[in-house]
């Protein structure tokens, strides 16, 4: 069965700072992957997600990720964090049989330091 | 376009007690989830339609949740009784539906404390 860890329980990082959440999947053939957000008191949002193709996704909001089949990888990074980033981060993975059926992480929350 | 629709936005009920959530997905939408979100957790599948049919409810605690969704449109969620560790958020979504549909849009979730 799929599944996907997220090591980072919290992070904080100053505004302006570079930012990096790490995600691990485990799936034995290629998975659909998603990075959602979710701000206090909301819904979860999608940022990006990857199906195939280039490796590299570009999101919404200025993130991206990076998928590494060699390290089972998903990682999300944002060049320069700001304030309004300050949210829960979830990744996500999805069998490429049945994609509507996603299993998320436990998510990392992501503080801004002022 | 109106997003999901979710009420109340937060319940507070004590332990044997019944309770009952609403989603409203966006309008054409096939498919709806119901999720637990429990604190500290990421969202677990509690069951999903496709139009007015279930497709999934393996992680359904069958013997206190119930859900339907009359019609296709609007869905609702029960559990009877609560007990303690249902406290939790439950968000549903929608998504156009189909093989090839992945996106889900949620919405802000129902808050249910179990006392």
């Known amino acids: 069965a799929q599944s996907v860890t997220q090591p980072d329980i919290h992070i904080t990082v100053s505004e302006g700072a570079s930012l990096e959440l790490r995600c691990n999947y485990s799936?034995?053939?290629?998975?659909?992957l998603f990075w959602y957000v979710q701000s206090p008191g909301q819904g979860l949002q999608l940022l990006l997600k990857?199906?195939?193709?280039?490796?590299l996704v570009q999101g919404i909001k200025g993130f991206e990720a990076e998928f590494k089949r060699s390290q089972s990888s998903f990682n999300l990074r944002k060049p320069s964090v700001h304030w309004s980033d300050a949210a829960e981060y979830f990744c996500?993975?999805?069998?490429?049989?049945?994609?509507?059926?996603?299993?998320f992480g436990s998510g990392t929350r992501l503080s801004i330091r002022p | 376009e109106a997003g999901v629709a979710q009420s109340p936005r937060y319940k507070i009920i004590e332990k044997r007690q019944s309770v009952a959530f609403w989603c409203n997905p966006i309008?054409?939408?096939?498919?709806l989830y119901w999720y637990q979100q429990i604190l500290g957790q990421g969202p677990k599948l509690l069951i999903q339609?496709?139009?007015?049919?279930?497709?999934?409810d393996s992680q359904l605690p069958k013997d206190r949740f119930s859900a339907e969704r009359l019609k296709g449109v609007d869905s609702t969620l029960k559990i009877q009784p609560a007990k303690l560790e249902d406290s939790a958020v439950y968000l549903c979504?929608?998504?156009?539906?189909?093989?090839?549909?992945?996106?889900?849009?949620f919405g802000p979730g129902t808050r249910l404390t179990v006392t």
């Open positions: 799936y034995g053939a290629t998975p659909y």
């Open positions: 990857y199906f195939s193709g280039d490796t």
């Open positions: 979504a929608s998504s156009f539906g189909g093989t090839t549909d992945y996106e889900q849009y």
């Open positions: 339609f496709q139009n007015n049919g279930v497709v999934d």
């Open positions: 996500a993975v999805a069998r490429y049989s049945s994609a509507s059926k996603i299993i």
């Open positions: 309008s054409g939408h096939a498919t």
